[in-house]
């Protein structure tokens, strides 16, 4: 099976199942985004249904239009209520691409979130802060994508390394599928700019970002250091994308599968592990063992079909680059 990953994208161009009795009232802090809060008793008012994905412990609400109202509405108070000295890189979003900021902007941030009001909020002004500091406040208000509208004009040569990429695959439950190869990083530190590789990382999040199940159901990633030097490793580089996932970038993280670690991988972990803080350190799954091995767990554990697995893993998809104009 082979899929293109096109990098011509233009500005407009859009692109278990097991129901449980676990209700929820519907209180400005609208659901619990962790696990922990999964078993949190309902109230008698306002009951909204929500799916439990029960492999990864996720809680997807049902979305009814009158909810999904409700929660925006809320959403507006509670950022209204944050003192503008915080929240100066959300003010001049709104200001400078009104479009970027719209309901549709919003209500990514309440599905990541699970629904909850504080945490979706706070989402969005630390989003805009981080994407401030990424990307320079020229070229942080443009919409990201490719070509002249975009902010990756300068971004060419990272876009081509392709330490990360969407796969446009789905596991079998319909979350999206993310590939990542640290091994494709320079050796040479200086050879590259960090913030430009991190720019990569949120071009590619936000590919997968338009997809509205991706967002209620997440992603799930494939990261592959089988062939990793420690000379690559970059920890500025590191804590600089951890920042970004972590309470910035509206993308659920549904599993961080890392399949094949090297042995060189246990002096890196420990520091990824300390810079994805305790939360995301919880997605954690280590895959190890022959090629055969990890694609059967990764297809019979995981609803990962190894059609869907990139060939640089022993699978049948072949990712490719298009050059990039």
């Given at each position: 099976?082979?899929?293109?990953?096109?990098?011509?994208?233009?500005?407009?161009?859009?692109?278990?199942?097991?129901?449980?009795?676990?209700?929820?009232?519907?209180?400005?802090?609208?659901?619990?985004?962790?696990?922990?809060?999964?078993?949190?008793?309902?109230?008698?008012?306002?009951?909204?249904?929500?799916?439990?994905?029960?492999?990864?412990?996720?809680?997807?609400?049902?979305?009814?239009?009158?909810?999904?109202?409700?929660?925006?509405?809320?959403l507006q108070i509670e950022l209204d209520k944050i003192?503008?000295?915080?929240?100066?890189?959300?003010?001049?979003?709104?200001?400078?691409?009104?479009?970027?900021?719209?309901?549709?902007?919003?209500?990514?941030?309440?599905?990541?979130?699970?629904?909850?009001?504080?945490?979706?909020?706070?989402?969005?002004?630390?989003?805009?802060?981080?994407?401030?500091?990424?990307?320079?406040?020229?070229?942080?208000?443009?919409?990201?994508?490719?070509?002249?509208?975009?902010?990756?004009?300068?971004?060419?040569?990272?876009?081509?390394?392709?330490?990360?990429?969407?796969?446009?695959?789905?596991?079998?439950?319909?979350?999206?599928?993310?590939?990542?190869?640290?091994?494709?990083?320079?050796?040479?530190?200086?050879?590259?700019?960090?913030?430009?590789?991190?720019?990569?990382?949120?071009?590619?999040?936000?590919?997968?970002?338009?997809?509205?199940?991706?967002?209620?159901?997440?992603?799930?990633?494939?990261?592959?250091?089988?062939?990793?030097?420690?000379?690559?490793?970059?920890?500025?580089?590191?804590?600089?994308?951890?920042?970004?996932?972590?309470?910035?970038?509206?993308?659920?993280?549904?599993?961080?599968?890392?399949?094949?670690?090297?042995?060189?991988?246990?002096?890196?972990?420990?520091?990824?592990?300390?810079?994805?803080?305790?939360?995301?350190?919880?997605?954690?799954?280590?895959?190890?063992?022959?090629?055969?091995?990890?694609?059967?767990?990764?297809?019979?554990?995981?609803?990962?079909?190894?059609?869907?697995?990139?060939?640089?893993?022993?699978?049948?998809?072949?990712?490719?680059?298009?050059?990039?104009?």
């Open positions: 099976m082979k899929t293109m990953f096109l990098f011509k994208r233009k500005a407009n161009q859009g692109k278990k199942k097991l129901l449980k009795k676990n209700y929820q009232s519907q209180t400005s802090k609208g659901f619990q985004s962790n696990a922990e809060n999964m078993e949190q008793s309902a109230t008698e008012s306002s009951f909204q249904r929500t799916v439990d994905d029960e492999l990864y412990g996720q809680i997807i609400p049902e979305e009814s239009p009158q909810f999904v109202e409700s929660k925006l509405n809320e003192q503008n000295a915080e929240k100066a890189d959300w003010t001049m979003a709104m200001a400078n691409c009104p479009q970027l900021c719209d309901d549709k902007f919003k209500l990514m941030f309440l599905r990541c979130e699970g629904f909850n009001i504080d945490l979706a909020a706070k989402r969005i002004v630390k989003y805009w802060a981080t994407r401030v500091k990424i990307f320079g406040e020229s070229k942080a208000f443009l919409p990201l994508v490719l070509g002249e509208d975009g902010p990756f004009k300068d971004d060419n040569e990272s876009l081509k390394i392709g330490f990360i990429r969407f796969t446009n695959k789905k596991d079998s439950a319909g979350r999206s599928i993310m590939f990542g190869d640290p091994s494709r990083l320079p050796i040479d530190h200086s050879s590259y700019e960090n913030e430009s590789i991190c720019r990569s990382l949120w071009y590619c999040m936000h590919v997968a970002l338009e997809d509205e199940t991706t967002q209620r159901k997440g992603a799930v990633f494939l990261l592959f250091p089988k062939h990793v030097k420690f000379a690559q490793f970059n920890r500025k580089l590191a804590k600089m994308n951890a920042e970004s996932i972590k309470g910035c970038i509206p993308i659920r993280l549904s599993a961080l599968h890392v399949c094949h670690p090297p042995l060189v991988f246990d002096l890196i972990f420990p520091i990824i592990k300390v810079l994805m803080g305790a939360h995301l350190k919880k997605k954690i799954r280590v895959n190890s063992g022959n090629e055969g091995k990890v694609l059967d767990e990764l297809e019979n554990k995981y609803g990962i079909p190894r059609e869907k697995v990139p060939t640089e893993m022993g699978g049948g998809l072949v990712l490719e680059h298009e050059e990039i104009s």
